[in-house]
């Protein structure tokens, strides 16, 4: 059973990853046609572009290290040694802890 007022670290990652994408969807075609729509120069929605890319490459992988089994402290996104998952496992892969449940 999942619990509601304690998220699993299944959950917390899923919820993550989600907004990752919506923002990466945002920084790649929301952000720049609303900038060119106001008359922003394309070399400096460029810039803009980049700024963001590397901020949202930044925060998802310093936010993806944070969200980390329970029980080994392993992150939910790192797999053999290294980071090979867009999508965290339903199973820690160190520990083999239940992270839908959140406990062993
Ligand atoms: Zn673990």
């Given at each position: 059973m999942i619990q509601d007022r304690k998220r699993s670290p299944y959950v917390k990652a899923c919820v993550f990853m989600l907004y990752l994408i919506v923002a990466l969807f945002v920084i790649m075609w929301v952000l720049p046609s609303a900038l060119t729509n106001l008359g922003v120069p394309s070399d400096l929605v460029m810039w803009i572009e980049f700024a963001f890319g590397l901020l949202w490459f930044v925060v998802g992988g310093v936010r993806s290290f944070m969200i980390?089994?329970?029980?080994?402290?392993?992150?939910?996104?790192?797999r053999h040694g290294f980071i090979s998952v867009l999508w965290p496992p339903?199973?820690?892969?160190?520990?083999?802890?239940n992270l839908i449940e959140g406990d062993a």
């Amino acid at each position: 059973m999942i619990q509601d007022r304690k998220r699993s670290p299944y959950v917390k990652a899923c919820v993550f990853m989600l907004y990752l994408i919506v923002a990466l969807f945002v920084i790649m075609w929301v952000l720049p046609s609303a900038l060119t729509n106001l008359g922003v120069p394309s070399d400096l929605v460029m810039w803009i572009e980049f700024a963001f890319g590397l901020l949202w490459f930044v925060v998802g992988g310093v936010r993806s290290f944070m969200i980390a089994c329970p029980n080994c402290g392993r992150s939910l996104f790192i797999r053999h040694g290294f980071i090979s998952v867009l999508w965290p496992p339903k199973r820690c892969s160190k520990c083999d802890l239940n992270l839908i449940e959140g406990d062993a």
